[in-house]
Nanobody, 120 residues
Framework: QVQLVESGGGLVQAGGSLRLSCLAS?????????MGWYRQAPGKQLELVAS???????NYADSVKGRFTISRDNAENTVALQMNNLKPEDSAVYYC?????????????WGRGTQVTVSS
């Protein structure tokens, strides 16, 4: 069984920073999975914020490029999202996601989310 647990959310003023962390446990190694952070604001669709596919390949939503950085620690089996220069529009519930393949079977797992609120 795979479990993803997010932490690090909270309330911050615009221009501030937060660091989200996702701890993976069970039959998953973050170094062998596509790890991503998604977010969903009230009344809006779930959107991909950032993902790490390999040590050299990361992707970011245009709205967070230059402000957010995704990283993973294979030894600790964690994925982090450093968020700088936060804006009120970054307020949302942030979810950690893992996708991996074993032989021909594809697996997908989600954390329960952590709330990020940015005040203006």
């Amino acid at each position: 069984q795979v479990q993803l647990v997010e932490s690090g959310g909270g309330l911050v003023q615009a221009g501030g920073s937060l660091r989200l962390s996702c701890l993976a446990s069970g039959s998953i190694f973050v170094g062998r999975a596509i790890m991503g952070w998604y977010r969903q604001a009230p009344g809006k669709q779930l959107e991909l914020v950032a993902s790490v596919i390999s040590d050299s390949e990361t992707n970011y939503a245009d709205s967070v490029k230059g402000r957010f950085t995704i990283s993973r620690d294979n030894a600790e089996n964690t994925v982090a999202l450093q968020m700088n220069n936060l804006k009120p529009e970054d307020s949302a519930v942030y979810y950690c996601n893992a996708q991996w393949t074993i032989e021909r079977s594809h697996f997908n797992s989600w954390g329960r989310g952590t709330q990020v609120t940015v005040s203006s």
